[in-house]
């Protein structure tokens, strides 16, 4: 099997960011329902399928396997929560045609009054 330069470039990122074991990863991100702590295997699901958006589109969480042993970085956790934040976030409110045609109009009294 060859290795794509994708993956060196992986390797080389999460080494220079500080690679943790998935437990350590699962440790950092504490307790998320009823006080109890994020397991490691979850952290491990999130490397082998990722998570599904709205969208489509899945999220994995970039890991490395080293020593017989997945590893990540917590930057790369971090941007893996924010992906799906991201993507969860409500889209910007749509300008209403009243409001779009008043800014409009603001607009062009504006350019009268500079000269244009």
Same mark, same amino acid.
């Given at each position: 099997?060859?290795?794509?330069?994708?993956?060196?470039?992986?390797?080389?990122?999460?080494?220079?960011?500080?690679?943790?074991?998935?437990?350590?990863?699962?440790?950092?991100?504490?307790?998320?329902?009823?006080?109890?702590?994020?397991?490691?295997?979850?952290?491990?699901?999130?490397?082998?399928?990722?998570?599904?958006?709205?969208?489509?589109?899945?999220?994995?969480?970039? =890991?490395? !396997? %080293?020593?017989?042993?997945?590893?990540?970085?917590?930057? +790369?956790?971090? *941007?893996? $929560?924010?992906?799906?934040?991201?993507?969860?976030?409500?889209?910007? =409110?749509? !300008? %209403?045609?009243?409001?779009?045609?008043?800014?409009?109009? +603001?607009?062009? *009294?504006? $350019?009268?009054?500079?000269?244009?």
């Amino acid at each position: 099997m060859a290795v794509t330069p994708a993956t060196i470039d992986l390797i080389d990122c999460l080494t220079a960011e500080g690679l943790i074991p998935l437990a350590e990863a699962a440790r950092r991100l504490g307790s998320t329902r009823r006080t109890r702590p994020v397991h490691p295997s979850t952290i491990n699901r999130w490397v082998m399928h990722g998570h599904r958006l709205k969208c489509g589109r899945t999220v994995r969480l970039e =890991a490395i !396997r %080293s020593g017989g042993q997945w590893q990540t970085s917590w930057p +790369a956790v971090r *941007r893996y $929560l924010a992906a799906q934040t991201e993507a969860a976030a409500p889209p910007a =409110a749509a !300008r %209403s045609p009243v409001r779009r045609r008043r800014e409009a109009e +603001a607009a062009e *009294r504006e $350019l009268e009054q500079m000269g244009a």
